[in-house]
């Protein structure tokens, strides 16, 4: 695989930041220091630039216009080296055999390495099979307290069993949380008052229903003695509830999204569809406690829940799905949050790679630059002006959420394994160099993220 010196460059990583060179070897970090003098088949000029961990984008959803082939590209060229997909078992599909079918396709179309978490469409018969997911190295599942309409929702006892069951086979819950009772009902009657249908969907998901549905699963948790990750969490009021039970001892692992640190419902008025997502962008108020939340270390992990799906502004909003494409402007956002001084860029390092990797028990293989790890890393010019544009996305979505967008700082090259991914736009990888990452999530205790 060959020798590659990064040199010049500033590199942030553990909390802190240095003016070292990365020496890499055989797909690994080999040493990491000033001054480095080795021969090399390549070296990369990084003066005046940042070197960081590749991100670890935990959150992902590969079954839509961005698949398996695709979604890792598009994740590429935005610094992300590392995914974990959710593989949705569908009512009538086995957990098992769902993950088996993920993680072959994966390993012979994919770019980046890769995790999955099970997804619980129907626990009260998939629940039993964790025992042999979890052999198989997938550690993390998932279920809806929401969307009863759809028939996705996991009503409490079932979420209570497979909770259960988790503590039992080693897993981490993870639930998407808002009460869907509660939300169906609003809805209905928004509808038979004739509501507008955009101010109706904020109307029904207000940020109180999900700060219960948090405070709930929690609840669960805790008797289940289950460890609990929250994924897209974006109310202020559901920060209140996690950091009670965090500050109690237990494990509760919170992530938000980069949709809810820089967009609101104002922006959800205008784009309509484009930008219907769940749970639904809140208010300026809301947007500003989780920046803070993120900087404080009451959100672990930044991560895009990227679901690429073609939509219009103009298409019926009740019949438009959820979701929007996200991966490939995850960093750059972050990244111009931490240029206006919402938090350190050592921060930001620790929420995009460092703290997913511990989560997710990739760490120190993954997360970070130090000798024996993996050489994922990221050139990153902070100084470079960019303006996002869905000309320029490697999505399959027809849009972006930020058109027109102004940012701080762009991606200059992606590094997995010593292997170049992308270099000043240009894809370099071929499918099927990706190797599937069996985890351990959940073991770490909460207090040693920081």
């Known amino acids: 695989m060959g020798t590659v010196l990064v040199a010049g460059g500033t590199v942030i990583d553990r909390g802190r930041r240095s003016q070292v060179d990365v020496l890499v070897r055989d797909g690994k970090i080999e040493r990491v220091a000033a001054g480095i003098r080795a021969s090399a088949d390549r070296t990369i000029d990084a003066t005046g630039l940042y070197v960081l961990p590749g991100v670890i984008d935990v959150h992902t959803h590969p079954v839509y216009v961005d698949d398996l082939a695709s979604l890792p590209v598009t994740a590429a060229h935005g610094g992300v080296t590392t995914v974990v997909h ?34 619980l469409f129907d626990p009260k018969r998939q629940s039993g099979e964790i025992p042999a997911a979890v052999a198989c190295g997938v550690t993390s599942f998932k279920m809806f307290m929401t969307y009863a309409k759809l028939g996705w929702m996991t009503d409490d006892y079932q979420l209570m069993r497979t909770l259960d069951l988790l503590r039992r086979a080693g897993g981490m819950g993870m ?36 700060a219960e549905a948090v405070g709930r699963a929690i609840a669960m948790a805790e008797v289940a003695q289950c460890p609990l990750y929250l994924p897209h969490v974006s109310a202020a009021r559901a920060l209140d509830v996690v950091a009670a ?16 640190l820089t ?31 993120l900087a404080a270390g009451a959100l672990d992990t930044v991560a895009s829940d990227h679901a690429a799906k073609d939509k219009r502004v103009e ?21 111009d949050g931490a240029v ?10 620790r929420v995009l790679s460092e703290n997913p990797a511990r989560i997710f028990g990739l760490y120190p293989m993954k997360g970070t630059l130090t000798p024996g790890s993996d050489a994922d890393l990221v050139v990153f010019d902070a100084r470079a002006r960019a303006r996002i544009e869905h000309r320029t996305q490697h999505s399959r979505a027809s849009y972006t959420a930020y058109e ?21 736009g240009e894809l370099r990888a071929k499918p099927g160099r990706a190797r599937f990452l069996a985890t351990q999530a959940g073991r770490i205790d909460v207090r040693e993220l920081s």
Not at 340 to 349: D, F, K, Q, T, Y
Request: charged share 30%.
């Open 315 to 335: 298409d019926d909003f009740f019949a438009a799905p959820f979701g929007s494409p996200q991966a490939e402007t995850m960093l750059q956002l972050v990244h």
């Open 175 to 210: 639930v998407h949380a808002e009460n869907g009772l509660a939300t169906d009902y609003l809805e209905d009657a928004c509808n038979e008052a004739k509501v507008d249908p955009v101010d109706a969907f904020v109307r029904t998901r207000p940020a109180a229903l999900e």
């Open 263 to 293: 967009l609101t419902n104002r922006d959800l008025l205008e784009k309509k569809a484009l930008l219907k997502i769940g749970p639904p962008l809140r208010d300026d108020a809301d947007r500003k406690a989780l920046w803070s939340g």
């Open 245 to 260: 039970a965090r500050r109690a001892g237990q494990r509760v692992y919170a992530e938000t999204c980069p949709q809810y």
């Open 86 to 119: 959710y593989a949705y078992a569908k009512p009538g599909t086995g957990l098992v055999e769902t993950l088996r079918s993920f993680r072959e396709e994966a390993e012979r179309v994919s770019i980046l390495d890769f995790g999955l978490h099970g997804g």
């Open 340 to 349: 206006r001084g919402l938090l350190s860029l050592e921060r930001m390092v």
């Open 404 to 424: 027109g967008r102004d940012v701080v700082g762009t991606p200059v090259l992606t590094m997995q394994r010593g292997e170049i991914l992308v270099e000043r």
